[in-house]
């Protein structure tokens, strides 16, 4: 999953689909404007016996006109008789260019067609099946952003190439070409071009061209920094997904659950940065990891800190990015989403409220049916053997998940995140506090007490404390300019009364929780992380709740 993909040489791939006879028309599905000059720059025979002798091009914005070489040997559009550039309109052109293709030994690209109608239809859907233009070697290369502006009845007749967004290999050597062209006084060496190649994966060739073009103009050079930005401004055009940022901390952010992190790091984090050694087991690498536990006990930031540890880009799929209005509107955005993560691999894809994805439901309705397709889809494709990104999922509904979908070989661990014990939330005290943020404090902070009074709380209960706590006491100090007042303890405690957590509930969730780990956690390892709940008190969770509510009214 970390290694360097295998370059994919789709023109020859498309030249071979062709010979196949499947088909007059190769589709290739890209928006990247750089194939299309790839292809004609390579001119490959994309014929079934003879040589081809003529390429022509139908463009939905410039008409009509054929490819010439001049007699520096670049290629130069003009009319079929010689000339100007043609200007016709893509309907008035369509006759013209089928007499031509009927000519024989001619490759028609077809680019820029953004919407179609009938009349686009039926000639596409005729060339594809002609066995009289098959006879007389002639091709249509369509190029189209999406297969769906034409009905699945005319495209289920082409053949269907998907060049890659961009290769390794490619992204390289166009980095490096820029650099020595536009930015000869600033070099990145050999380290910094393979990060710079990692970072931009994703990205078109199209993108990467101009998003080096900027840096070189802000930056006076190629800026990692840069190319990052163009990349998540690129993706944040696409509702798709979204590129969760990485956070400045990797584990050590994450207070308590010290099992749950070291199974991890040993089982996910080390085999994914060391290829090589799980090579030498003959081990395939890690594929997919979900998180089950109440509302704000970390889940997702603990796949956050996963993403630092392992150095890896997180792309996140909302329901609600996905889930369209229209008939076959959130398959083809789920189809969508799957397409970036294939280009961006390695990285890390994280759903949250998974539940709404995972599960098989009946009836005959249309959200039923749109929810059983999506499952099909997430399930075919965790199960693809060539799928080189991480899965993570995130629920609170873990007994919603259907089985099919938490075997292992589509995923490695289903792991319990239970509201945090005392040593954890006094930990995720301090690390909100002292690290996440830097808050002046007096010297009477008494992290312990505040665990204790804070039985049954979750991580994000905990920061909702400090961040109130903060805000409170900065109030006051906006209040007189000559004073710079510090947060005490007596802060906390004050601020801590006004929380209404309901912790009864929680006792019960919490007990949930562990019963659901007996059946859908997969190692029992993982189930180390209630071990120092029990071990607190020799009381039970309920009459320890009514004892700390207790304490905080006496208080």
């Known amino acids: 999953m970390n290694g360097i993909q295998k370059e994919y040489d789709w023109i020859k791939d498309a030249d071979i689909q062709r010979k ?18 790839e292809i004609l720059e390579k001119k490959p025979k994309l014929a079934t016996l003879k040589e081809t002798e003529r390429w022509l091009s139908l463009d939905g914005w410039e008409g009509l006109y054929e490819y010439k070489k001049d007699e520096e040997s670049t290629l130069q559009k003009v009319t079929l008789k010689g000339g100007d550039v043609q200007q016709y309109g893509i309907k008035q052109a369509l006759p013209i260019a089928s007499k031509e293709l009927y000519k024989g030994k001619t490759v028609l690209v077809v680019t820029n067609l953004f919407k179609t109608d009938d009349q686009i239809n039926n000639a596409l859907r005729g060339w594809s099946t002609s066995e009289e233009l098959r006879e007389v070697d002639s091709t249509v290369v369509l190029f189209v952003d999406d297969r769906d502006i034409f009905p699945s009845s005319v495209w ?33 060496n050999d380290k910094e071009i393979e990060n710079a190649v990692r970072l931009t994966a994703g990205m078109n060739l199209d993108q990467l061209e101009a998003a080096t073009i900027e840096s070189i103009i802000l930056k006076k050079g190629i800026s990692l920094d840069s190319l990052s930005h163009s990349k998540i401004s690129i993706l944040a055009k696409d509702p798709v997904v979204d590129i969760i940022q990485q956070p400045k901390f990797g584990f050590e952010a994450v207070g308590g659950y010290d099992s749950l992190k070291q199974r991890i790091i040993d089982s996910v984090v080390l085999p994914l940065k060391n290829p090589q050694v799980a090579e030498r087991y003959d081990m395939k690498p890690p594929r ?8 704000g006990t970390g889940k997702t930031l603990i796949m956050k800190c996963m993403g630092k540890e392992l150095d890896m880009s997180i792309l996140r799929i909302q329901p609600e990015n996905i889930l369209g209005k229209y008939v076959g509107e959130s ?31 009946d009836g005959e309705s249309t959200s039923s049916h749109v929810e059983r397709e999506l499952f099909s889809m997430l399930l075919e494709k965790l199960g693809d053997e060539n799928r080189r990104w991480f899965f993570a999922g995130a629920t609170n509904m873990i007994e919603s998940i259907d089985p099919a979908m938490r075997r292992t070989g589509r995923i490695d661990s289903v792991a319990p995140v239970p509201y945090p014990d005392e040593k954890a939330r006094e930990e995720i005290f301090k690390i909100h506090i002292n690290v996440k943020r830097k808050l002046p404090l007096k010297n009477d902070i008494d992290c312990k007490l505040i665990a204790q009074k804070t039985y049954m709380w979750s991580g994000s209960d ?35 009364k006004t929380f209404n957590i309901a912790i009864e509930d929680n006792v019960a969730l919490q007990k949930k929780v562990k019963e659901q780990s007996l059946r859908f956690t997969n190692d029992k390892r993982l189930m180390d992380i209630f071990e120092h709940a029990e071990k607190t008190t020799g009381m039970s969770k309920t009459e320890k709740a009514k004892e700390m509510m207790n304490r905080q009214d006496d208080e």
């Open 20 to 37: 196949t006879l499947f088909s007059n028309i190769l589709l290739i599905e890209t928006d990247d404007k750089k194939r299309i000059s």
């Open 156 to 188: 289920s007749h082409m053949k269907i190439i998907i060049p890659p967004k961009s290769t390794w290999e490619e992204r390289r050597k166009l980095i490096e070409f820029q650099q020595k062209e536009l930015s000869p006084k600033y070099i990145l």
């Open 288 to 295: 997919g990891l979900i998180l089950y536990g109440p509302p």
């Open 331 to 361: 398959e083809k955005c789920m189809r969508k989403a799957f397409d970036i993560a294939d280009a961006m691999a390695p990285v890390i894809v994280f759903i949250d409220e998974l539940d709404r994805f995972s599960k098989r439901t």
């Open 462 to 496: 905990i920061e909702q404390l400090v961040i109130r706590t903060a805000r409170h006491v900065m109030k006051e100090d906006m209040k007189d300019d000559k004073t710079q007042l510090k947060i005490g303890m007596d802060d906390f405690l004050n601020i801590l």
